[in-house]
């Protein structure tokens, strides 16, 4: 969960060299191109991404880059602005979104 972060504490947290690899990446300040650089996905590996954003928002919300680079990684992505409410269900077996 990213939450509003921005490309500079993506780098704080690739500084650390922990392993943060996760099934589902919550995208970054609402899939603004100020967040979620190739180096942070790359380490994160997801399969999945949720972008949280408001449908026409005046900021072009999620940066045509940002979704660029998930397709490029074949990362099936659920986006706010077109899907409503995204509910995602977690079991020790499967995701269910």
């Known amino acids: 969960m990213t939450g509003d972060?921005?490309?500079?504490?993506?780098?704080?947290?690739l500084r650390a060299d922990e392993d943060i690899r996760a099934t589902v990446l919550k995208v970054g300040h609402h899939g603004s191109k100020?967040?979620?650089t190739q180096e942070f996905l790359d380490a994160i590996k997801p399969k999945y991404a949720l972008i949280s954003c408001g449908q026409n928002n005046k900021f072009n919300h999620p940066s045509k880059e940002v979704l660029e680079k998930l397709d490029k990684q074949d990362i099936k992505i659920f986006r706010t602005d077109e899907l409503g409410t995204v509910t995602l269900t977690?079991?020790?077996q499967e995701l269910i979104f």
């Open 90 to 92: 977690i079991t020790e």
């Open 34 to 36: 100020t967040a979620t």
């Open 5 to 13: 972060a921005e490309n500079q504490i993506e780098k704080e947290i």
